[in-house]
């Protein structure tokens, strides 16, 4: 079970919202590149960053704080980012960058053709993000519930050729409530491709649950306000996650 941290980037700034709210943002650090370091130094073995700006713009907006994180990282550790990725020549800078992962959200329930091509384009390196209410996807950094059930859109994206699939439950995002195991495994076991889940993660007690549930599928989770708040300690999470995985 791989935990990776979230580093969102708002103005440039490292920054966690509540429920997608752009008006409610914390600023954590001034400093993306060395949150970034901070992290790899608690064990990190992967990050992920979002372009908050350029989810709503529907273009990249902090390429020059996700440069300077690559930067730092070098090729320690894989980056996956999401944000505003809306068309192939965005995806092959991503790349050229040093972005391992590149998110489609908004871009591939919205233009599935899209999706379908970035895959074709870039076998490996696409994963799809979708957020979701209650089962409903929801696209627009948030902001519009479709009528599109999770599992549906996940098992055609998959059939397009997606390396794996960000879950969001976007009721619990940023809000301490505990990650919505029930819908994850739900997901993950319709699948063949990995879930990471995300979401509401609070503490350690989420980390054991998604533990137990790891055989279904589920290959890791996203965490952010936990540890920047304190309420989850990184390193010490990810040494349970690993002792629970090797018993």
Same mark, same amino acid.
């Given at each position: ?68 994180? /690559? #930067? ?9 980012? +999401? *944000?505003?990725?809306?068309?192939? !020549?965005?995806? %092959? ?93 739900? /997901? #993950? ?9 995300? +979401? *509401?993660?609070?503490?350690?007690? !989420?980390?054991? %649950? ?38």
């Amino acid at each position: 079970m791989l935990l990776i941290p979230a580093i969102d980037l708002k103005d440039g700034h490292c920054v966690r919202l509540k429920q997608g709210e752009m008006d409610d943002a914390t600023v954590f650090s001034e400093d993306p590149a060395a949150m970034a370091r901070h992290w790899i130094e608690q064990g990190a073995r992967r990050l992920h960053l979002v372009d908050l700006n350029g989810a709503f713009a529907g273009k990249p907006k902090n390429e020059s704080a996700i440069k300077m994180i /690559l #930067a730092e990282v070098g090729d320690e550790i894989p980056v996956q980012l +999401g *944000g505003g990725i809306r068309d192939l !020549d965005t995806i %092959a800078r991503c790349l050229d960058d040093g972005i391992r992962y590149v998110i489609i959200g908004t871009a591939a329930v919205k233009n599935p053709g899209f999706l379908h091509d970035a895959c074709s384009a870039f076998p490996g390196h696409i994963i799809v993000g979708l957020d979701a209410k209650e089962g409903k996807v929801a696209v627009d950094g948030w902001s519009k519930l479709t009528g599109h059930d999770v599992i549906d859109l996940a098992k055609k994206f998959e059939g397009y050729g997606a390396e794996a699939v960000i879950y969001t439950d976007i009721g619990r995002d940023g809000m301490l409530s505990g990650v919505n195991i029930e819908a994850t495994v739900k /997901l #993950a076991q319709a699948l063949t491709i990995p879930v990471i889940a995300s +979401g *509401g993660m609070a503490g350690l007690q !989420d980390i054991q %649950a998604l533990c137990r549930v790891a055989h279904e599928g589920i290959m890791g989770a996203i965490t952010g306000r936990a540890i920047y708040e304190g309420t989850l300690n990184f390193k010490a999470a990810q040494a349970e996650a690993d002792s629970l995985s090797n018993r």
